[in-house]
């Protein structure tokens, strides 16, 4: 653990606090404690607050940083970049925003057995906006798209239409092009007398059935065409709560979509650059996407950066000619330098032999935690994308309160580690709210998941007692 001193940046966290009511929008952000957490220094997985007190992060800026906090070899990736080309307009071309693109284009064609090409944008929903239009040009204009129930895409406009929480469209007018929401299979809510196969197949036969006739709503057999364009998908639901489907679900939910001329468009945004042990987490499920979107952790944090992958007949100049869209910071020089070092760091690294050994080390230790505390009803994981659903003992009837105050003691500060305060940085998630979503530094150690699954006893117990 990196030295624990007080970053002495001259700050008062009560005036500071005192400011932010007064002066900033609290639109842009959402705070998960009260009064909010003021961070001052971070290293590796931890983060500090002005008392220099460390904070273990399970959750990494909801798996933007997956390599760890001031990373040496990506922090000078970004000097390099200041002191050679800091910025450019978006119009003119620069070298790593070509091999950016070639390194990640390259190897989807290795993978998928498509050539495509890369799109940039400077944030997650800002990808997904392009990617609706690569689809609608490509459909002819078509603007209906289907999405899963617990999905989430973003909050633009756009990308709140095809996100299930009504919550985040609710105070913005009517969504008439709002997607059908279609059910994720959902192990560990699946009804009763199911296996989890036998539920994917069930979700996937209750979505073709839409084709059925003209009469169930999305079909003309006359002509042959759907109505709705793309099937937008998580692989891994993120912000619902990490629930992983069975292995045979995109497979059969693919039949399904070419047998009907749908295109499928993957999110990678939360679950990409090897969060799961693999690049993008559809590799695990053996399917081919038509288009790939992108972000986060590309940069792991330090400089605004997204795109997408979308295949050659959907992207050529010929059909998505120049100016299809435009932001002026889109393939900014500081964040293609440091998406390519990301890529270059990932195979130095080999995460994709590391990091399904720390997640079945980190898996075991939450079973065993599970063991001794009923409260927590499932848990699953895949590399280090893992959940721990938190419930009543019954270990079923979601239990949010107790969950709020586990985040909140871990914010406090005063959890103990070899007679010293520490304190737990967890993300909450979810369809009932109830869920510890976990995706720590792709870096982190065997020991530091040692210490997770300690500091979670500790706010298990904690937050009983306090029940």
């Not at 393939?331 to 720390?358: F, H, I, Q, W």
Request: net charge negative; with cysteine.
């Amino acid at each position: 653990m990196a030295s624990a001193a007080r970053p002495g940046d001259g700050y008062d966290d009560a005036q500071l606090l005192a400011d932010e009511e007064l002066y900033s929008s609290h639109g842009d952000t959402v705070h998960y404690v009260d009064p909010p957490k003021i961070f001052h220094g971070c290293n590796g997985s931890y983060m500090y607050d002005g008392a220099g007190i460390p904070y273990l992060d399970l959750q990494m800026w909801y798996s933007a940083c997956n390599f760890g906090y001031a990373n040496p070899r990506l922090n000078d990736a970004l000097k390099r970049q200041i002191d050679t080309l800091p910025q450019v307009a978006s119009q003119y071309l620069h070298p790593t925003r070509i091999e950016l693109a070639k390194t990640i284009a390259q190897d989807a064609e290795a993978k998928f057995g498509r050539k495509g090409r890369v799109h940039f944008n400077v944030g997650g929903a800002q990808a997904i906006e392009d990617s609706l239009k690569i689809v609608r040009n490509a459909s002819n204009g078509k603007s209906l798209m289907f999405a899963f129930e617990g999905g989430y895409h973003g909050r633009t406009l756009g990308a709140s239409a095809i996100t299930s929480s009504y919550r985040y469209r609710r105070r913005f007018g009517h969504f008439g092009e709002r997607a059908m929401f279609i059910p994720f299979p959902y192990p560990f809510r699946r009804p009763k007398g199911m296996t989890p196969e036998e539920y994917s197949d069930a979700c996937v036969r209750q979505f073709e059935r839409l084709f059925e006739t003209e009469y169930n709503g999305v079909w003309d057999p006359k002509v042959s065409q759907a109505e709705y364009a793309a099937f937008y998908v998580e692989p891994i639901q993120g912000t619902g709560g990490y629930v992983i489907p069975p292995m045979n679900f995109f497979k059969d939910l693919k039949k399904v979509l070419d047998k009907y001329g749908i295109l499928l468009v993957v999110d990678e945004i939360q679950m990409g650059f090897w969060r799961t042990g693999k690049l993008w987490s559809i590799e695990h499920f053996g399917v081919q996407p038509d288009v790939l979107v992108f972000g986060k952790a590309l940069t792991n944090g330090l400089n605004p950066l997204s795109g997408l992958w979308a295949r050659e007949e959907l992207i050529n100049p010929t059909v998505f000619p120049a100016g299809s869209t435009h932001s002026t910071f889109n393939s900014n020089p500081l964040g293609t330098a440091l998406g390519l070092e990301v890529m270059r760091l990932g195979k130095d690294m080999d995460y994709e032999r590391t990091v399904p050994l720390k997640g079945a080390h980190f898996l075991e230790g939450l079973r065993d935690l599970q063991k001794r505390h009923p409260e927590i009803g499932d848990v699953d994981g895949l590399g280090l994308a893992l959940r721990a659903e938190i419930c009543e003992a019954d270990g079923f009837t979601p239990n949010r309160v107790l969950l709020d105050k586990m985040v909140d003691i871990g914010l406090a500060g005063d959890l103990r580690h070899n007679g010293k305060p520490i304190g737990l940085v967890l993300d909450v998630g979810g369809w009932y709210k109830n869920v510890i979503t976990l995706a720590p530094s792709l870096d982190i150690t065997h020991e530091e998941i040692d210490l997770a699954i300690a500091l979670l006893d500790q706010l298990l117990t904690r937050a009983k007692a306090s029940a």
